[in-house]
């Protein structure tokens, strides 16, 4: 181990003890960017080698929010826009889903996956795979993991619009009877996330500071945290960093 390793080692555990105590979310949102420009720098002759990167390095997050007590962890892993790119990146991107997805609701581990986004934009076998994770993960008791796949947040909203109004006409509702029951609270309960606290912290790795559309609804009173590290070289360290600057924020909900 070098000198770096150990400074970063102390940096870590005062960091760590210096959080005992303090607020901590019970949602995190996590958009897990740059893992393209990983592969490039790392001189990888195909972005896949980045995607699997990133993908690897996701249990290492799931672990420290396990240790920070969070409920729920939201991971943006394929935008709905992203199902455009081109299909020499997005068979082998989806694959690297399927796997991860896989891994996560394995009998060993002991999380919750939930399903977040439009599935009827993705193929069948990622749609199955996704399904059978929830449902064989259902009664677990540990940390809900949203896996966010074909997901973009002006879609959730008309997505739960259209399901509120859909709900309403099965009743035998006229539109002028749907439009003076519409409030907050309805369109909330039709969200993917629905039933979930909304994240109190977002984070975004690569240096990107824009949320791109992620939980467009839900973070409405979100703290923001932006880090420069792309997504696989993302360390614990970072993590606690986020966790403090969330901590040492006086939340203003509606201003």
């Known amino acids: 181990m ?6 970063y080692g102390v940096y ?22 740059g893992n393209r420009r990983w592969a490039k720098a790392a001189g990888a002759k195909h972005v896949s080698h980045g995607h699997q990167a990133g993908a690897d390095h996701i249990e290492d997050l799931l672990g420290w929010c396990d240790d920070a007590d969070v409920e729920v962890v939201t991971l ?29 609701a394995a ?10 986004g439009a599935l009827d934009l993705l193929p069948d076998t990622t ?9 064989v993960t259902r009664d677990k008791p540990g940390l809900v993991v949203n896996v966010a796949v074909g997901y973009g947040g002006r879609r959730e909203i008309a997505d739960a619009v259209r399901g ?21 609270e309805q369109i909330a309960e039709h969200l993917y996330t629905r039933g979930q606290p909304d994240p109190d912290l977002v984070i975004r790795t690569s240096g990107e500071q824009r949320l791109g559309g992620f ?16 997504w696989p070289d993302f360390r614990r360290v970072d993590f606690l960093r986020a966790l403090r600057s969330y901590a040492l924020r006086h939340r203003r909900f509606g201003s």
């Open 76 to 104: 943006w892993l394929l935008s709905s826009d992203n199902l455009t790119r081109s299909s020499d990146e997005l068979v082998p991107l989806l694959a690297i889903i399927e796997d991860t997805v896989r891994d996560l």
């Open 12 to 33: 870590e555990r005062r960091l760590s003890h210096a959080l005992v105590g303090t607020p901590r979310p019970r949602h995190v949102g996590v958009i897990l960017d």
């Open 107 to 116: 009998p060993a581990k002991p999380w919750r996956v939930h399903p977040v």
């Open 215 to 230: 939980l467009l609804w839900q973070s409405a009173h979100s703290e923001f945290y932006f880090c420069d590290a792309l």
């Open 127 to 135: 749609v199955r795979v996704l399904k059978e994770a929830a449902e």
């Open 2 to 7: 070098g000198l770096r390793d150990l400074a």
């Open 164 to 184: 509120l109004l859909h709900e309403h006409a099965e009743k035998g509702a006229s539109l002028e009877e749907v439009a003076s029951l519409l409030d907050v």
